[in-house]
């Protein structure tokens, strides 16, 4: 069994203080590292960070503490990963801005998350995946059921892509282990997230599965060999408080 991280696609939401933040002015990065491991940098979908908030990633967390960074909407919704349609530039504009996290250590997969209108392309995808540079972890988060084929598999494996695990209605988990025994995995590094969550903080539990709470899916868990780090990820609405969580560390 490889290393388990478990974290939430973001950790600066106004509704945590409280619940889960001790105050409204604590660094809420550095509060939330002390219960997590990983994050999922969610903000860079919508924008790009500057290089004082990259820094400021990289200052505020544990030595071990890992992030996943969405890879920005221009090249996976704009763009659909399309190097005719001028994926490239935005694509390496936006690893030069996470480098000084890979430089600290700090740096898991950039997710590719994928739109559902976007089919599996084997030639596309293969000229998009030729582009990635790989000094830098990837992950794919396909949308679309056409993924869901061995070919596109064994296309991820061949480039070293790791597939993300999704949990909602347009990939329900069953999809991702249908013909057992053989797993849904990709390569040595697996991530998996949860949507739409509610988290009661006093357990950490919810009835989709939290992070703390064991309900995951066992067969992406069983899937999981030696040396594979898992991210999962969700936005749990809080609904109550913790005193574990927002104790004194």
Not at 91 to 110: H, I, N, S
């Amino acid at each position: 069994m490889g290393k388990l991280r478990f974290g939430c696609s973001g950790w600066s939401y106004q509704e945590w203080v409280g619940p889960f933040y001790r105050s409204a002015t604590e660094s809420k990065l550095a509060a939330y590292a002390r219960v997590f491991d990983t994050a999922e940098i969610d903000s860079t979908f919508y924008r790009p960070p500057t290089k004082g908030m990259v820094l400021g990633w990289a200052r505020y967390t544990p030595t071990d503490f890992r992030f996943a960074a969405k890879v920005p909407q221009t090249v996976t919704h704009d763009r659909l990963c399309d190097v005719d349609l001028g994926a490239t530039k935005e694509l390496l504009d936006f690893c030069e801005l996470m480098r000084p996290l890979l430089d600290a250590g700090k740096l898991g997969p950039l997710l590719l998350q994928l739109p559902p209108r976007l089919r599996f392309e084997p030639l596309k995808l293969e000229k998009f995946v030729a582009v990635l540079p790989s000094e830098f972890s990837w992950a794919v988060e396909p949308r679309n059921k056409t993924w869901m084929v061995d070919e596109a598999f064994d296309l991820l494996r061949a480039h070293n892509l790791a597939y993300t695990i999704v949990d909602e209605p347009l990939l329900p988990i069953a999809l991702h282990s249908k013909r057992p025994p053989r797993p849904r995995m990709s390569v040595g590094t697996a991530t998996g997230k949860t949507r739409g969550t509610t988290i009661d903080t006093r357990t950490m539990n919810s009835e989709r599965g939290c992070p703390r709470s064991g309900k995951w899916p066992r067969r992406p868990t069983k899937s999981m060999g030696s040396g594979i780090t898992t991210t999962t990820g969700t936005r749990p609405r809080i609904v109550s408080r913790c005193s574990t969580c927002s104790g004194s560390s």
